[in-house]
């Protein structure tokens, strides 16, 4: 009796042995293939944003070249234009009467200009 037992209190070990084993192979193998599904994903994530980074700072930098270029185009232009004074016809006098519910602005000539 001290045999069978023996060989069933080994059996018993081995296969609870075995079932340990299993599930730490299965524990070790499964987040395994999670976290490496999941760093693809982050590395996927990361190389988009990276990217879009890239892509946001070129958009930027050709904003800023055409900002620069259209101010440097209209200085250029303004510096072309002649110069012309225009004299008024007359010196304008201007009144303000004011009243709760509107305002008049009165624009008069007062004399004539030369």
Partial sequence: M???????LTHRMMESKL????FVLLAAF???VDLSRTEKR???GFQEEENNQ????LRAEQLETTYKMHLAETNWREKQKPVTRVQPDCVPSLTLFTQPDHII???RCLRQAG
């Fill in 54 to 57: 890239r892509e946001n700072q």
């Fill in 19 to 22: 079932r340990l084993l299993f």
């Fill in 42 to 44: 982050e590395t996927k």
């Fill in 2 to 8: 001290k045999v069978k037992a023996y060989s069933s």
């Fill in 30 to 32: 499964i987040p395994a």
């Fill in 105 to 107: 602005l009165v624009i």
